[in-house]
């Protein structure tokens, strides 16, 4: 399980550089930007996590538990080179995401 680290672990530079803190860069941590997809969608800010996630892992952020359901890179092209412009993690609450499961799976089986 993935911890996120305090909205006072970031520097912004540039108005739109997102960094780490020091301690999170040496481990190998990214800024993500969060949003819960649970209609509606609910913004959870910028967080720092590894670089590694994937679909189905579980992230606790202020206390609560999320579940990813999708990790998203965008890149825009910028003097004839694609640059990464977005890191984003779509989440569920993890009883949300157990539910739509079950019910993904009730509707396979009839």
């Given at each position: 399980?993935?911890?996120?680290?305090?909205l006072a672990?970031y520097?912004?530079?540039?108005?739109?550089q997102v960094?780490?803190r020091?301690?999170?860069?040496?481990r190998?941590h990214h800024?993500?930007?969060?949003?819960?997809?649970?209609?509606?969608?609910?913004?959870?800010?910028?967080r720092?996590?590894?670089?590694?996630?994937?679909?189905?892992?579980?992230?606790?952020?202020?206390?609560?538990?999320?579940?990813?359901?999708?990790v998203?890179?965008?890149?825009?092209?910028?003097?004839?080179?694609y640059?990464?412009?977005?890191k984003?993690?779509?989440?569920?609450?993890?009883?949300?995401?157990?539910?739509n499961?079950?019910?993904?799976?009730l509707?396979?089986?009839?």
């Amino acid at each position: 399980m993935a911890m996120a680290s305090n909205l006072a672990a970031y520097q912004k530079l540039q108005g739109l550089q997102v960094l780490c803190r020091k301690k999170d860069r040496e481990r190998d941590h990214h800024p993500y930007k969060v949003i819960e997809i649970t209609p509606p969608p609910k913004n959870l800010g910028i967080r720092c996590f590894p670089s590694n996630l994937q679909c189905g892992e579980s992230v606790t952020i202020e206390g609560q538990a999320y579940t990813i359901s999708a990790v998203t890179y965008r890149y825009q092209l910028r003097k004839g080179k694609y640059e990464p412009s977005e890191k984003r993690l779509d989440v569920l609450s993890t009883g949300r995401y157990i539910l739509n499961l079950y019910l993904e799976n009730l509707l396979e089986q009839s």
